[in-house]
């Protein structure tokens, strides 16, 4: 069965493809009058992802394709692991490291185009953002996927899957009550709720593969998650 997100692709090329419900999104963002800097989210989280790609294909990991989503950009690896930690260390952490070097760019930016400082602002802060979120030790974020390959090295990989996988589930509670929270507050905001019933979505998904074949069968899928869009309303992120 072709699975519900590749029915709603739209294959620009071989690799290269977008859901049908973004576009929705983008009408939305010039509606809403936040086009800039919905396109600069996703401009970030296009970066990021591209990141992975790189190393992904300099170390032989196959790639399947990039797709744009409604709410993110997301990477499909053709292997369902990567059975190298060390590749696939690599491979995580370069997404927010990928980040956090733009943010240095931004930085020295700002002191010299003063009189575009709110976009280079937004910019900084999008992608600082969007690595801090990603360096989360939860799974499938690059954070967890750090975690789960240096514990592998360590104790072998089911153990080190099983432990991300309560690790994680510990963070997404963390997450949801933060959500609550702030739901009490006047900050608010319903990018978090929606990050945090993504990322349930993906360990339960994680837990029955576990169970099947005592490792992760799917596809392996790294994220470009932006919940920088917190002043649009908007969190970006891979579904799972």
């Known amino acids: 069965m072709t699975p519900y997100s590749d029915r709603l692709s739209m294959h620009i090329t071989k690799h290269f493809s977008v859901n049908i419900l ?33 190393v992904a294909i300099r170390l032989g990991v196959g790639v399947s394709n990039v797709q744009i989503q409604p709410f993110g950009v997301c990477a499909h690896l053709k292997s369902s692991i990567i059975k190298n930690p060390w590749h696939e260390i690599a491979v995580a952490i370069c997404g927010p490291l990928t980040n956090f070097i733009i943010c240095s760019v931004l930085s020295l930016f700002s002191h010299f185009y003063s009189d575009y400082q709110e976009i280079i602002s937004y910019a900084f802060y999008c992608n600082l953002a969007m690595a801090s979120i990603n360096l989360l030790p939860c799974l499938p974020l690059d954070g967890g996927r750090i975690v789960r390959s240096f514990l592998t090295l360590i104790f072998g990989a089911l153990p080190a899957y099983n432990f991300i996988v309560k690790l994680s589930r510990f963070v997404i509670l963390l ?57 649009t309303g908007v969190t970006c992120s891979g579904n799972p």
């Open 175 to 231: 997450l949801i009550c933060l959500s609550v929270y702030m739901l009490l507050t006047s900050s608010f905001n319903f990018s978090l709720i929606l990050c945090s019933l993504w990322l349930r979505s993906c360990i339960s998904s994680s837990v029955s593969s576990l169970y099947l074949l005592r490792l992760p069968s799917k596809p392996t899928k790294y994220v470009g998650l932006c919940p920088s869009l917190v002043s």
């Open 22 to 54: 973004f576009f929705p999104m983008l009408a939305a963002s010039i509606l809403g009058r936040f086009f800039l800097l919905f396109s600069i989210s996703f401009i970030c989280a296009l970066l990021h992802e591209l990141a992975h790609v790189a």
